[in-house]
């Protein structure tokens, strides 16, 4: 499985831990974490990412990687990655589909990201400064209603917009204790969230149905 590394909140280089440092760095944002994707997106290349991810202690939490699904007619997946190395542990994943649009049927893109505070992968993709999204929530810290809902993992979850860049739209909530990110491309895209999505974890179930695609654009960005 071919894999580009990059930095999780820039999409810059990284530099491996050496004599010196024990903590990845990125020239722009200091110590993170590595950011892996994986170059091609196929059932085996799946299944080997959510090995990765299943906890090695009885008990412990894994990192979700969410899912649509079931598919939207005419989608894919179009791309996988994760945050974390060996001694990190997997702290966010990303998973990349790719149909078309809910309005004007034009091709449309949305990655689904899960990630523990502080590790910024998913204000890149929503195209807003700093590791978490806080500052940016419209409504969800005055108790304002959501403005979307979908069903993860069987229970329904509020997403609340974001102020992301003018090219996307952006969704933010909270599901097994980490932020739930669902970025689309175009912005008029985002009507999709607010459609009746269910998303599952990979990690609990890998269905077989799963149909793939080419490499997503904004998924494989690494330098």
């Given at each position: 499985?071919?894999?580009?590394?990059?930095c999780?909140?820039?999409?810059?280089?990284?530099?491996a831990?050496?004599?010196?440092?024990?903590?990845?760095?990125c020239?722009?944002?200091?110590?993170?974490?590595?950011f892996?994707?994986?170059?091609?997106?196929?059932?085996e290349?799946l299944e080997?990412?959510v090995?990765?991810l299943?906890?090695?202690?009885?008990?412990?939490?894994?990192?979700?990687?969410?899912?649509?699904w079931?598919?939207?007619?005419?989608?894919?997946?179009t791309?996988v990655g994760?945050?974390?190395?060996?001694?990190s542990?997997?702290r966010?994943t990303?998973?990349?589909?790719?149909?078309?649009?809910?309005?004007?049927?034009?091709?449309?893109?949305?990655?689904l990201?899960?990630?523990?505070?502080?590790?910024g992968?998913?204000?890149?993709?929503?195209?807003?400064?700093g590791?978490?999204p806080?500052?940016f929530?419209?409504?969800?810290?005055?108790?304002?209603?959501a403005?979307a809902?979908?069903?993860?993992?069987?229970?329904p979850?509020?997403?609340?917009?974001?102020?992301s860049?003018?090219?996307?739209?952006a969704?933010?909530?909270?599901?097994?204790?980490?932020?739930l990110y669902?970025?689309?491309?175009?912005a008029?895209?985002g009507?999709?969230?607010?459609?009746d999505?269910?998303?599952c974890d990979?990690?609990d179930?890998?269905?077989?149905?799963?149909v793939f695609?080419?490499?997503s654009p904004h998924?494989?960005?690494?330098?």
């Amino acid at each position: 499985m071919g894999i580009a590394v990059c930095c999780p909140r820039c999409g810059g280089r990284v530099r491996a831990p050496d004599l010196m440092n024990s903590d990845w760095r990125c020239d722009v944002d200091g110590p993170v974490l590595p950011f892996s994707v994986a170059e091609h997106i196929n059932a085996e290349i799946l299944e080997a990412v959510v090995a990765k991810l299943r906890p090695r202690r009885p008990g412990a939490d894994a990192t979700p990687l969410w899912a649509l699904w079931p598919l939207p007619p005419g989608w894919m997946v179009t791309g996988v990655g994760w945050a974390g190395d060996g001694r990190s542990g997997v702290r966010a994943t990303v998973l990349a589909c790719s149909g078309p649009a809910p309005i004007d049927r034009g091709p449309a893109d949305l990655v689904l990201v899960a990630e523990e505070p502080g590790v910024g992968l998913g204000t890149r993709f929503a195209g807003i400064p700093g590791p978490d999204p806080g500052p940016f929530l419209e409504g969800a810290q005055d108790g304002a209603p959501a403005h979307a809902k979908v069903r993860v993992a069987g229970w329904p979850t509020p997403l609340w917009s974001v102020k992301s860049a003018d090219d996307r739209s952006a969704y933010v909530g909270e599901a097994k204790g980490m932020w739930l990110y669902a970025v689309a491309w175009p912005a008029s895209a985002g009507y999709l969230v607010a459609e009746d999505l269910s998303l599952c974890d990979l990690v609990d179930s890998l269905p077989s149905e799963l149909v793939f695609g080419a490499p997503s654009p904004h998924l494989h960005s690494c330098a």
